[in-house]
């Protein structure tokens, strides 16, 4: 089975400090996507790559930077965490682009 | 402005009766839709899914029901079990790859034993 991976499930963080979220895939997936969930919203697209050190905005870009050094592993950067930051981010990854595999989430709380 | 709809926060349902999830969509360009389910503290997982050429899909109790006239699509699960009870999201993607690929709200299914 396709594993992602996420390296935090819990983070607490303080207003302006930069945040690294990192996430890994097993199964040398090309494209790997980075969401945030929130209630009443679903998820939405936070920045897209597709290869290595290619990266794509998604629908909320703003306030995040993506990283992708390595095709196995794709990392969001908040560059000044807000409290408004404060969200479930989840990673995920795909083959063909579509059926998506996704990581069990980071909870961020930004203070 | 919400591209992927899906109006029911929740829906509640006995065990071994049908379950029906609705998703509306506005963009006529999507030609890819899926459901994923998402248990609590887990990342939400593939489903089934339904390309535009099609009008019904099903694997075991999960069918899914495109109306493109309609831009409106189902997900029947027959019988429901307990261990559906979860949140489901209904997605739609344009063109090849799937990138960018649009996520509803959500709907959370309780089924009562």
């Known amino acids: 089975d396709v594993k992602v991976t996420q390296s935090s499930r819990y983070l607490v963080k303080r207003t302006g400090e930069k945040v690294f979220l990192e996430c890994v895939q097993d199964?040398?997936?090309?494209?790997m996507f980075w969401y945030r969930q929130d209630p009443g919203l679903g998820l939405r697209l936070i920045y897209f790559?597709?290869?290595?050190?290619?990266?794509e905005k998604g629908d909320i870009p703003e306030g995040y930077s993506v990283s992708r050094e390595k095709k196995e592993r794709f990392s969001l950067i908040l560059e000044s965490a807000s409290t408004n930051q404060t969200s479930m981010y989840l990673c995920?990854?795909?083959?063909?682009?579509?059926?998506?595999?996704f990581g069990s989430g980071t909870r961020l709380t930004v203070v | 402005d919400q591209q992927v709809k899906q109006n029911s926060p929740s829906l509640s349902v006995q065990e071994g009766r049908i379950s029906i999830l609705n998703c509306d969509y506005t963009n006529s360009m999507f030609d890819y839709f899926l459901w994923y389910k998402k248990y609590p503290a887990e990342g939400p997982t593939f489903l089934i899914s339904i390309s535009s050429i099609k009008d019904k899909n099903e694997d075991g109790r999960f069918t899914v029901f495109l109306n493109k006239s309609a831009k409106h699509l189902s997900l029947h699960i027959v019988p429901s079990q307990p261990g559906d009870s979860a949140v489901y999201f209904c997605a739609a993607s344009e063109g090849t790859g799937g990138f960018k690929t649009i996520f509803g709200a959500g709907t959370r299914l309780f089924v009562k034993a």
């Open positions: 995920a990854s795909s083959l063909a682009g579509y059926g998506y595999t």
């Open positions: 199964m040398d997936h090309e494209n």
């Open positions: 790559s597709y290869d290595v050190k290619m990266k």
